[in-house]
Every structure is written in C-alpha cells, then in structure tokens.
C-alpha cells in the first residue's frame, strides 16, 4: 500500500448537488447538523421493515457530474462526504470532505475504527445488516435484494449488477442468487464497499427499468472465521460465569434449586446460535436459503458460521445489558435483549 500514490486533484471543482439542505432532524455523519437519513419517514429506519414497500432514495450521486476538488482535497483527508455519496451535499467545494470515489490511497489511510465517511464502526454489525459494519470483519462484499430487476433474466442482470457496483470500485467477486433475488458483490478494498453501499442503497440498477428498489447491506459472507469463534467462546465464559455469580449470591436454601435447573437449562451460547438460525430462516430473503439452491458445498457452512456469529452478536448483547441491569438478570440473558439502534 505504501506505493499508493494519492489520487490527481480533479481539474474542476466539485458542484452543488442540492441548493440547500434537504433534510432536517438528528445529526449525520461527522457532525454534520442535518440529516439525510430521509429514509426513515418510510420504514422507520434506514432499512425499515424489509416487508414493507421499500421507497426510492430521493436524491443519487451521479459521479461523473457531481465528483470535483473540495476542500478536503487541500487538507489531504481520507473521508468522503456521505451526502455526496448520497447525492445531496449543498456545499460543493465548500465541503471539508471529499467529493470523489474513494482509492486504495484512501484505505491505506483509513483506521479501524472508522469507515471511508469518518462514522465509528461497531463491535457488532447491527441486527439488520445495515449501517456502519463492524469491526470483525473485512467488509468488503455488499448483499444486494435486486427483486423485480430478476426479470432480465441471469445473463442480463449479472451484467447490469457488474456494470452498476464497478461504477464506485474494482469488483473482485460477484454472486448472483435468482431464486432469491439477491446477489454478494466482493470489492477489493472496503472502502469502495462501503461508498458503494452508501451510493446505492434505494436506488436501482443502471439501465433498469423494472422499478426494483436495491436494499444493499452488509454481507455475513466474509465474516471471519477465526473472530466468530473466539466471540463465542467469549460468550460461553461469560454466560457460565454470570450465572455461577447469580448462584452464589443466592441463600443456601435457593441455591440447591437454582442449581439444578441452572445445569440443565440456563440459556448456552449453543442455544442462542440456534435460535437465531430458526428466526432468520423465517421470511427475509437473506437468509432464506435451502439446501437445493446452494451451488458450492462450502456456502451452507458459511451460512451456519455466519448465523452464528448473530446469534453471538445478541447475545453478547444481552450479556452488556445484564451486566448493567445486575446480577438478578443472569438467568435471564437473553429474554430482554434490546437492538441497537444504530
Ligand atoms: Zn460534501
């Protein structure tokens, strides 16, 4: 990386995307004081409900127009502007960050703690797969729901699925599952993951007219393997030592009973992992995949390995909030477990 030669300053300066801001609420990124999560009058959240009519992004970063020199461009920042990414910075060469796609100049700059737009990245990904990411993992592949641009049919749609995420970075892999509606997009670097991820959510495919609304989020593909299990042998430690600290707090009297039941039924990380695999196979199309569909043998293991990383994730969750909430929870682990917002 250290051969990576900053990227030539554009001979234009950056324009206006929007003429003001066109949001209004909670702070964005970088302490930006509007917000552009417009989404959320739709499904609640970034993502909302997947069940729901996802709605089309308002505004869309056309590179070729709207990329130029800022401000940040004289500051040598790594970060790009997220309302650039997203079409609608109304600072132009005014905005401190930068208006163009990130290189690999860019990733070699960049720390672990934050992604390519200066946001923290999390321990944990968040319950939906989207926002920020999380640290555990590379980050470089994006899960895509395509719905009704299937209709192009495979050969088609795998072009119109390259031409359109190779637009925001060199794609090093790309996986296109029809029955499912949704294909994996390997980037080389994660900081075109995630401006991709940014530039694309709610729009749709280049050239498409099928009026599909891409959700795009994080893949669990490239988890990595090694970190999901010492996540859960983390999580095994903690859970027999909360519940060992429970017993001995307890009167002799309660103890005995406690302790039976404790040994055969106090939640396991095994359970947990269970569990999560049951729900996700429910209705999301991420993780409803059968047997039958899997093209390579290696994917249902990935699957398995990945569900198991969530249900780690939640539990380990419940395990902070038990921490906080006392001992008197410790039997209790996962029944009152809360998602993490952001
Ligand atoms: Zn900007």
């Known amino acids: 990386m250290a051969t990576e030669q900053p990227p030539r300053r554009a001979d234009r300066p950056a324009r206006r995307q929007v003429d003001s801001p066109v949001y209004s609420g909670t702070a964005g990124a970088a302490g930006e004081v509007y917000n552009i999560w417009y989404h959320k009058h739709a499904g609640g959240r970034e993502f909302g409900n997947i069940n729901k009519r996802k709605q089309k992004a308002v505004t869309k970063c056309n590179l070729d127009l709207d990329s130029g020199y800022t401000r940040g461009d004289d500051q040598r920042v790594p970060y790009i502007c997220l309302h650039f990414a997203r079409g609608c910075c109304f600072k132009g060469e005014e905005c401190t ?99 991709a991820k940014e530039c694309l959510a709610n729009q749709s495919l280049l050239g498409s007219t099928a009026d599909e609304v891409l959700d795009v989020r994080w893949s669990y593909d490239d988890a990595n393997p090694r970190a999901v299990m010492k996540r859960k042998r983390e999580l095994e430690e903690q859970m027999a030592s909360a519940v060992q600290k429970k017993i001995d707090s307890m009167p002799e009297s309660e103890r005995v009973n406690h302790n039976l039941e404790a040994s055969g039924h106090y939640p396991s990380a095994q359970d947990a992992v269970e569990d999560d695999i049951d729900r996700y196979l429910d209705d999301d199309p991420y993780y409803d995949f059968t047997e039958e569909e899997e093209e390579e043998e290696g994917d249902k293991k990935e699957e398995v390995e990945a569900a198991g990383n969530a249900g780690a994730s939640k539990s380990q969750t419940a395990q902070e909030q038990s921490e906080k909430g006392g001992a008197s929870n410790a039997l209790g682990l996962l029944g009152d477990y809360e998602s993490d917002s952001d």
């Open 97 to 195: 960050y930068l208006h163009r796609k990130p290189t690999r100049w860019d990733q070699a700059r960049l720390d672990l703690t934050h992604d390519i737009f200066v946001r923290e990245r999390h321990r944990e990904d968040r319950d939906d797969m989207g926002g920020v990411g999380c640290m555990n993992k590379p980050n470089k592949t994006v899960y895509v729901h395509f719905g009704g641009a299937a209709t192009y049919g495979y050969e088609k749609l795998q072009q119109m699925i390259r031409k359109t995420f190779a637009q925001y970075g060199t794609i090093e892999s790309l996986s296109v599952k029809m029955q499912k509606t949704i294909a994996f997009v390997t980037y080389d670097i994660r900081a075109s993951a995630e401006f």
